[in-house]
């Protein structure tokens, strides 16, 4: 028998501010993407990947913002974390680093 899908949002704080609301009311399984500890201040503008229960798809759909995308995996949220972390850091032209 397969495994069934599970949902998660992966929610851009920078653009929803109101993220640190809905962990707190609905406790949903949530991590951030970035690894920690994080410096507060990058904290509150760090992507968030949160597995959508029934109070959090609620939630989804009173926003206005662009918020983030919902993806669908038969895969633990530990996983999915590790595999979307590749795509938090990005090269900008003319810097040596890479940065978030």
């Not at 851009?12 to 949903?28: H, K, Q, R, Y």
């Not at 410096?39 to 983030?68: C, F, I």
Request: net charge negative.
């Amino acid at each position: 028998m397969a495994k069934p899908e599970t949902g998660y949002a992966i929610i851009d704080a920078a653009s929803e501010p109101d993220i640190f609301s809905l962990l707190d009311e609905c406790n949903p399984p949530a991590c951030c993407l970035y690894s920690e500890p994080l410096q507060p201040d990058m904290a509150e503008l760090a992507p968030y990947l949160v597995e959508v229960t029934e109070d959090v798809r609620k939630w989804l759909d009173t926003r206005n913002t662009p918020w983030g995308m919902v993806v669908y995996t038969t895969v633990t949220m530990r996983e999915l974390r590790h595999h979307l972390r590749k795509f938090t850091m990005v090269i900008i032209p003319g810097q040596e680093k890479p940065v978030f």
